[in-house]
Each structure stands twice: as structure tokens, then as C-alpha cells.
């Protein structure tokens, strides 16, 4: 941790980001909440660990979706734990009919709508709605102290709605799900690839890339690219496409300003914001 990272009340990591799991920590540095837990109860408490929070100190799961990817550790992970899970009413009971969270304890639920903002350990967070096939499906604009987070995961497009919620954060987590071509080319079998680049399906490189190449502004501080594909998609692939936006609208990142993909199975360590 430099100096200046030490000025930041307010922290981002991510645990996992794709298909085989999503999970992030958003907060402070001794207390906070989980945004999805798409992987094991057991790997949710090693990463923790290794930014030295213990789950006693986890206030509230957000959900964005019911997709297995985003709640697959819920049904263990609360058994041990009992937090708080927030999510639109849809998805809670996507939750409860899914065969590994059917038994998730309703207790723990609160429902929450979209564009009503709430607040969790001094947090506001307002949950806005996404284009996707996931029940419920949201993303989440978080503030604290002024400090500013938008997470914008698993979108078939960019609507007024999301992009306006994007437009006010200094930190950005967005999808960056495929490149069109691996994807054309791919073995996946049609009707999938519909779903993955329909308008209730993932947001490709390039959507995404020239969203952000538009809005960019030297007080963004973090663009972090998540979600992204196993098969459609590399990391570098997915940065290439930035920098060939950010070329293509003659715009220069600030120096001050960090571009990177979320890795896939490992953790971030904190990120400052």
C-alpha cells in the first residue's frame, strides 16, 4: 500500500470475474459487503483472508442476477454465515428455485427496487436495472464519502439507463464479455451465440470500448473490464480493443487512470477508489 492509496477510504476487489464465478468485495478497509458469491464458500473466505477482512465483518450480499455464476456459493456460504441478501424480488426467487440455492433461507432476504437507492455501513448503493436473461437482473451505483463505483456485469446492451449510471462513477467495472470474431469463429453452437450477442445476452469488446473511449474523463481513476469470456476472449484482446477506441476518438488516458481486466480465478487485492 503507497501513500496515496492510504488517502482512499473506499475499496474494490475482485475474488472472480466470468462464466465460472463472479464475486467482488466493495467497502472500506475493515468492513463492507459482497457483491455476488459465483464461487465457493471456501474460496470466499481465502480471499478475504488475504485482504485481511473476516466474514464477521461482511454486512449485506448484493446480487445482480440468479445465474448460477453469480449465486452458486450462496446456499453454503450463508448456512455458516447468516448475511443479509439483497436483490430484486424476481431474483430472490430465482434464488429459491434454483437447484443449489433452493435452500437458502428466505429469512435473510430484502427485497430491493430498482432506482431506490438504500444504504449499507454508510454505503449508498442504488440498484438500476441491466438487459439481461438473469431474473431480477441489476446493476449497482455505490457512493461513499463522495468516492464513486458503478458495476455494470452481464448486459445485452447499453441502454440510457445503464450508461447514465456508468457516466457517474469514478471507478468503472464493466463488461467486456467477447470478441465478436473468436466468437463468430467458435465452436459454440448457434442459437448460443445468439444468446451471448443479443440485445438479453453479454456486451462485446468493442460495445464496450467505444462506450467507454466516449465518456472518459481524466477523474476516472479505475476501468476495470469484467466478465470476460473463457473461450470468446483474452485479456489482451479486450485491452487492445480500449486502446483502439481511446486512438479512435484521439483520446489519451490519464496517467492517473488505471485500465485493466479482472482476472478470472484469482483475486485483486484491494483497488483504491
Given at each position: 500500500m503507497d501513500l496515496f492509496s492510504c488517502l482512499s477510504p473506499f475499496v474494490f476487489s475482485s475474488f472472480a470475474s466470468g462464466s465460472s464465478g463472479n464475486c467482488y468485495y466493495v467497502?472500506?478497509?475493515?468492513e463492507g459487503l459482497l457483491v455476488d458469491v459465483g464461487i465457493n464458500a471456501l474460496q470466499?473466505?481465502?480471499?478475504?483472508?488475504?485482504?485481511?477482512?473476516?466474514?464477521?465483518?461482511?454486512?449485506?450480499?448484493?446480487?445482480t442476477h440468479d445465474h448460477i455464476d453469480h449465486v452458486k456459493g450462496l446456499e453454503v456460504l450463508t448456512k455458516s454465515y447468516p448475511i443479509p441478501i439483497y436483490a430484486h424480488s424476481d431474483c430472490l426467487q430465482g434464488i429459491l428455485d434454483g437447484k443449489v440455492t433452493k435452500l437458502v433461507d428466505p429469512e435473510l432476504f430484502h427485497e430491493i427496487e430498482p432506482m431506490q437507492p438504500f444504504e449499507i455501513c454508510g454505503i449508498t448503493i442504488e440498484p438500476f436495472p441491466v438487459m439481461h436473461d438473469g431474473r431480477g437482473a441489476m446493476g449497482y451505483h455505490f457512493n461513499y464519502e463522495g468516492h464513486t463505483l458503478t458495476i455494470a456485469t452481464d448486459i445485452g446492451m447499453l441502454d440510457k439507463v445503464v450508461k447514465e449510471q456508468i457516466k457517474r462513477a469514478d471507478n468503472i467495472v464493466i463488461e467486456a464479455n467477447?470478441?465478436?470474431?473468436?466468437?463468430?469463429?467458435?465452436?459454440?453452437?448457434?442459437?448460443?451465440?445468439?444468446?451471448?450477442?443479443?440485445?438479453?445476452?453479454h456486451l462485446s469488446n468493442d460495445e464496450s470500448a467505444r462506450f467507454v473511449a466516449e465518456v472518459y474523463h481524466p477523474g476516472i481513476k479505475n476501468i476495470m473490464l469484467c466478465h470476460l469470456s473463457e473461450n470468446n476472449n483474452t485479456p489482451e484482446q479486450a485491452m487492445q480493443c480500449i486502446y483502439k477506441h481511446f486512438r479512435m476518438k484521439h483520446v489519451h488516458p490519464d496517467v492517473n487512470t488505471s485500465i485493466f481486466p479482472l482476472p478470472r480465478h484469482r483475486g485483486t487485492g484491494f483497488i483504491y477508489l
Open positions: 467497502g472500506k478497509q475493515d470466499i473466505t481465502k480471499a478475504l483472508t488475504k485482504v485481511d477482512i473476516p466474514m464477521s465483518r461482511i454486512r449485506a450480499i448484493l446480487i467477447y470478441d465478436k470474431e473468436m466468437l463468430e469463429k467458435g465452436n459454440y453452437p448457434f442459437i448460443l451465440k445468439q444468446r451471448i450477442s443479443g440485445p438479453f445476452g
